[in-house]
C-alpha cells in the first residue's frame, strides 16, 4: 500500500477521493478526522474539485479523474470490440499524417502506396497484418509487436507488400503542450511535507461505499484552471520502467502490453498527457519527449511538478 507523508492524511484523502473530492495541502492540515463529513457537505462532488484556500473565482482548480466503469468477465464479443475500437482510434491518428489504401484495395495500384493495419503475426522476414478488408504478409526487417496499428509505405508484388518505410501514430511536433501555474506532487510512500504542491496525487487504493478498491490502471485526471488545462496519465507497471519502452509506448500512442491479447481503450493515448507517471520498481528517472514530461518511480519516492516550468524535482 502506498503512503501519504502521514498516515492520518492517507485516510483523508482515500475518503475525499472516494466522494470524488481531492484538497491541496494546505487545506489538507486544516481538515480533522471528525470534520470530513462536515467539508465535504460543502463541496459540490459533480466532480473531482481540488479545493484551495482563498481561491477567486475563475481561478480555482479542479480535475477530472477517468475512471472506466465496472466490468463484469469479458466475452470474446467484447474482446473483440477493443481491439477493433483500439486499431480504429490509432488508425485515425495515422490517417493524420499519411493517405491510405485499404488491403483489398492494394492490388488496383502499381506505384508506391500506403497502408495501415494491425500487426496479425509474425513470419520469417516479416509480419502479417490485416484491416477491415483483408490481410497481407509484408516484408520488412523492421522490428514490431503483435497487435502494433502502424502505417506501412511500400509496394505489393506477388501478393506480398514489401515495405519501404513503417510509420508510427507517434507525438505529433504541432502540439501545443499544457501549462500552468500550479505544482502537482507525486507521491509514492516517502514520509515528507509536501511543502509547495496544490494537488497530491497518489497510486493509492480508495475506499467508495464501505469497500476498498484501486484506481483505474492507467489513471486519467484532467487539471482545469480557467483556459488552461493539464493531463496526468499515471501508469503501473509490473517490474521496472525502463525509458526506452516509455517511449515506444508514446510513439505507438499505446500504454503497456495486453495480456491476454484483449485491448483496453483507456490505454490508447489520446489525448495526449502533458505528464506521464510510470509507477515501477526502478531507480527513478525523468525525459521529456515532444513536450510529454515523463517520471517514474517507485516506493519510497516523491516528485514535485512545475506544470509552468515542466521542472521535475525527485526525491
Not at 505529433?172 to 499544457?178: D, I, L
Not at 493539464?230 to 499505446?254: C, N, S
Request: aromatic share 6%; with cysteine; charged share 30%.
Amino acid at each position: 500500500m502506498t503512503h501519504l507523508y502521514i498516515m492520518e492524511k492517507e485516510d483523508i484523502v482515500r475518503k475525499l477521493l472516494s466522494r470524488g473530492v481531492m484538497v491541496s495541502p494546505d487545506i489538507l492540515e486544516k481538515i480533522k478526522d471528525g470534520d470530513v463529513d462536515a467539508f465535504l457537505e460543502k463541496t459540490d462532488t459533480g466532480a473531482c474539485a481540488v479545493v484551495g484556500a482563498g481561491a477567486k473565482e475563475g481561478e480555482r482548480l479542479s480535475c477530472t479523474i477517468g475512471a472506466p466503469g465496472e466490468r463484469g468477465e469479458m466475452t470474446p464479443e467484447d474482446a473483440a470490440g477493443a481491439n477493433a475500437e483500439k486499431y480504429e482510434r490509432i488508425r485515425k491518428m495515422l490517417l493524420r499524417k499519411v493517405d491510405a489504401v485499404s488491403i483489398n484495395n492494394l492490388g488496383r495500384s502499381s506505384s508506391k502506396v500506403c497502408v495501415i493495419g494491425m500487426v496479425k503475426d509474425k513470419v520469417n522476414g516479416g509480419f502479417v497484418i490485416e484491416d477491415g478488408t483483408g490481410e497481407i504478409e509484408v516484408r520488412s526487417s523492421e522490428s514490431v509487436d503483435l497487435d502494433d496499428v502502424i502505417g506501412i509505405r511500400g509496394w505489393l508484388r506477388d501478393r506480398t507488400f514489401f515495405a519501404e518505410e513503417i510509420l508510427l501514430p507517434d507525438i505529433p511536433m504541432s502540439r501545443e503542450p499544457g501549462s500552468m501555474d500550479n505544482t502537482i506532487l507525486l507521491s509514492c510512500g516517502a514520509a515528507v511535507h509536501p511543502g509547495k504542491a496544490d494537488v497530491i496525487l497518489t497510486p493509492c487504493t480508495i475506499q467508495e461505499n464501505g469497500k476498498e478498491k484501486n484506481l483505474p490502471n492507467p489513471a486519467w485526471i484532467f487539471l482545469d484552471k480557467g483556459k488552461k488545462k493539464i493531463t496526468v496519465l499515471v501508469y503501473k507497471t509490473d517490474g521496472k520502467g525502463r525509458k526506452e519502452e516509455a517511449l515506444q509506448w508514446l510513439k505507438k500512442r499505446y500504454v503497456g502490453k495486453d495480456s491476454p491479447p484483449i485491448a483496453k481503450k483507456e490505454r490508447v493515448l489520446e489525448p495526449i498527457p502533458d505528464i506521464f507517471w510510470i509507477v515501477s520498481d526502478n531507480e527513478p528517472w525523468t525525459e521529456n519527449y515532444k513536450g510529454v514530461s515523463l517520471v517514474s518511480f517507485g516506493e519510497g519516492h516523491n516528485a514535485r511538478v512545475d506544470l509552468k516550468k515542466r521542472k521535475i524535482e525527485v526525491s
